[in-house]
Each structure stands twice: as C-alpha cells, then as structure tokens.
C-alpha cells in the first residue's frame, strides 16, 4: 500500500482550521459591533482601507481568507464523507473548486484596492 | 442495602438456530450500586444460562466486556446501573460481527494491531552486559498516555469511520503506532509509517472526535492521530519537495 498523498490538501486544511480558531470569533465580534454602530477608532472604513490597500495588508488579509475558505471546503468533504456521501471524487473537486474560486475573486478584489 | 428492580433488553443471537439476531427482555432484582455486567452476571446465575460475554476483571482494566449499552460503546463493568433510567439496552460491541449473543469477533482488529508492529524496533541489539535501555521521565511522559490502551476496542464501535470503511487501521492500532514511534528506545518509525501515512492508515480519519469520548482509559486517540496527521504530511514534504528529501 503506498503512502496517501493527503498531506497536499490537509496541510493547508490543518492551517485554515488555526486560522479560523483564532481569527473568526474576533471578525464576528468585531463585525456585530460595527453592525450596532460602535465601530473602534482604530477600526475606522479609511484605516481598515488602509491596511487592505498595503501590500502587506493584502497578503494578510488573502491569507485569512483564502486558508479559511480551503479549510471550510475540506471539513465539509470530510463531513459529507462521515454522513456516508461516498461520490468523494466529485465532492472533494467541487468544493476546492469553489475554494480556490473564491481564492482567487479575493485576490483580484485585493488587487484592485 | 437498596435494590432496584432494571429491566434488560438483551441482543440474543444462537449461530446454531437463529437466522437473524432478536431482543430478549429479563428482569433482574439489582443492588443499586451495581454495573450492567453484575446484572448480567446475576441473569446468567438464576435466570438464563445460555447468555454469552465476555468479561473478565470487573475493574476496567482487561477491556473485555465492551458492549453497546443504549447505543453507546462502554465497558459493561464500568456502567454503573444508576446512570440509566428505564429498559436498558444491551447490544454487541458495534462495527463487529457478532459470534453469538454479546460476543463479537476482534480478529480485524488484532490483524491491524500486528500490522502497525506495537513494539519497540532496533536496529542493533544492545548486549546484555550493557544494561538496560534507559529512558527519562520526560521521554517516558511523550507517549505515557498512549501506552495506556487496553485494547478494549470500544473505539472502533464509536469511529463512524470505521463502520463506514472497515478497512481503517482504526484508533486504537494507530494510537499504539504512534505510541512506540514517540518512545526513545524506538527505530521502528519508518516501517510503521509505511502502514500509518497510507489511505487506510491515518488519513481515512476525519476527526469526529468520537473514539477520545468513549475511551475509558482516557488515551484520547484522536489526538494522537492528529499527531500522526502532522507527521505524516512532514514526512511528505520532505519526501517529495525537498532534493533527495527521506523521512
């Protein structure tokens, strides 16, 4: 039996899931109090601009994004496949599609700020 | 001393006459303080006879008595009869064939128990006269917990993946892979992981979490196959992105 070639996609799986423990409570806290309108100064729409509009910014932020839309796709796989969905084929090739198409619309929405 | 009056559906299965597996209901007077097994024990004295399980410590230790009891994967000396409240179900240990009543096969287990060699793997035999192999606390702390599996094989019941695609190396196999790879007496890691970085090997896991819950010896084997995870993918890189990269 040879060795699996998994490591390609649960590597970057295992970095989203990081990413997400420890990024997405505060992007959801931080988002219901803007939502309510206590926005910190420090938060403000040009400093938060700014930030995406440098390069290391950009980097940052595609970062995030695009590890946790890779880990997100993975884990549903791996759901679909505990709930029997056994079509992993097409359900592994869908979701990272979606993924990395996600991926790739933030690089170019980043690219243009 | 106070007793209770518990009702047992029990999974009944006669290879010899039955064609399909059927519930048997017994009633049996019980000390309160009891577990399942005692009241299984007491229905085999001086009700049934013919009821089969297996047990033998009645301390959670030998890991024999595994059963499902009202769906879940516990050992039947370790179920205390007053956690439950009403009919209480006992089935054979899931994701197993079944022999005959309770009693299930363990052979695929203990064929993949070999297949991931459990034991400490050197490469030149140390002499006699040199001693023993030593090993500090701290060395010893690195796999203490995974060492503590009884091979109870409740975890197996518990992995959904397993019951999905029994050819899994499964929790407890893989735990006591990692276990010998972690202990510093050990050069077995590679060949082990010949059998662990495979499809059937680790990488069939998909952390449910379930087999750490179960375990009642508290080994925790998810996280020790999230460990065999990273090393496995560390070993790829090095394998197949770094020039003349071997694990």
Known sequence: MAKSNKPVVWFPFAAGGTVIAFCMPVIVVLGFLAALGHVPPGLSYE????????????????????LSLWSSAHRVRCTCYDFGLRADTLIATVLYIAAIVGSMATALFLFRI | MKERLVQLEVLRYNPDTDTEAHFQRYE???????????????????????????????????????????????????????????????????????????????????????????????????????????????????????????????????????????????????????????????????????VVATKEGVWECTFVGACSEVCPAHVDPASALQQLKIVGSIDWIVEHLLPGGKP
């Open chain 1, 47 to 66: 400093n938060l601009h700014a930030f995406a509009a440098h390069g290391l910014g950009k980097l940052v932020l595609l970062g995030v994004i695009a």
């Open chain 2, 28 to 194: 049996v007077m019980c000390q309160e303080e009891w577990v399942v097994l005692d009241a299984l024990n007491k229905i085999k004295a001086d009700i049934d006879p013919t009821l089969n399980y297996r047990w033998s410590c009645h301390m959670a230790v030998c890991g024999s008595c595994g059963m499902m009891i009202n769906g879940e994967p516990k050992l039947s000396c370790h179920a205390f009869l007053r956690s439950y409240e009403g009919v209480i179900r006992v089935e054979p240990l899931a994701h197993f064939p079944v022999e005959r009543d309770l009693v299930t096969a363990p052979d695929d287990f203990m064929e993949k128990l070999k297949r991931v060699k459990p034991y400490v793997i050197t490469k030149q035999k140390k002499p006699i006269e040199e001693g023993e192999y030593k090993q500090t606390p701290a060395q010893l702390m690195k796999f203490r917990q995974y060492s503590m599996c009884i091979n109870c094989m409740l975890c197996y019941a518990a992995c959904p993946e397993y019951g999905l695609t029994p050819h899994f190396v499964g929790p407890a196999a893989l735990t006591l892979a990692h276990r010998y790879n972690l202990d510093s007496r050990d050069e077995g890691r590679k060949e082990r992981m010949e």
